[in-house]
């Protein structure tokens, strides 16, 4: 009886990867199939050096959109925390540019760093 029964869920499992590759091919063609494998520790860890870039990239996006923001509506009661964040510089200055892209980009790699190692040591123990 155990037998039929993990024939019949094997069988279950086939037909629903055809089903599944048939209704999206794309998935075939990078080859991405569904299987039974666990996935290892390595394979979820989180790559610090993407997260760090990824995570600097953001950040100064989010300043230059926010010191943009303060020189194109000074007037408008914004909060403009995250430029003073980064720079003391009166804004709209080289220096309050420079200070805050670089100040992101520190803190954006020492969040990846921090994040990424506690993550990948917290993911391998449990």
Same mark, same amino acid.
């Given at each position: 009886?155990?037998?039929?029964? #993990? %024939?019949? @869920?094997?069988l279950?499992?086939?037909?629903? *990867?055809?089903? !599944?590759?048939?209704?999206?091919?794309?998935?075939?063609?990078?080859? =991405?199939?569904?299987?039974?494998? $666990?996935?290892t520790?390595?394979?979820?860890?989180?790559?610090?050096?993407? &997260?760090?870039?990824?995570?600097?990239?953001?950040?100064? =996006? @989010? +300043? =230059?959109? *926010?010191? &943009?923001?303060? @020189?194109? /509506?000074?007037? %408008? $009661? %914004? #909060?403009?925390? !995250?430029?003073?964040? /980064?720079?003391?510089?009166?804004?709209?200055?080289? #220096?309050?540019? #420079?200070a805050?892209?670089?100040?992101?980009?520190? /803190?954006?790699?020492?969040?990846?760093?921090? &994040?990424? @190692?506690? +993550?990948?040591?917290?993911?391998?123990?449990?």
């Open positions: 009886m155990r037998r039929v029964a #993990a %024939l019949n @869920l094997a279950d499992q086939t037909y629903a *990867c055809k089903m !599944w590759h048939s209704i999206n091919p794309t998935i075939v063609e990078r080859g =991405v199939t569904m299987t039974n494998y $666990p996935v520790s390595r394979e979820s860890a989180i790559n610090v050096v993407a &997260l760090g870039t990824a995570l600097s990239a953001a950040l100064v =996006v @989010l +300043y =230059v959109i *926010c010191t &943009l923001a303060e @020189l194109v /509506f000074p007037n %408008l $009661p %914004l #909060a403009h925390g !995250w430029v003073a964040l /980064f720079s003391v510089h009166p804004v709209g200055t080289v #220096a309050n540019w #420079a805050g892209i670089v100040g992101s980009m520190v /803190f954006g790699w020492i969040t990846a760093v921090v &994040l990424g @190692l506690v +993550y990948n040591k917290m993911e391998r123990n449990y």
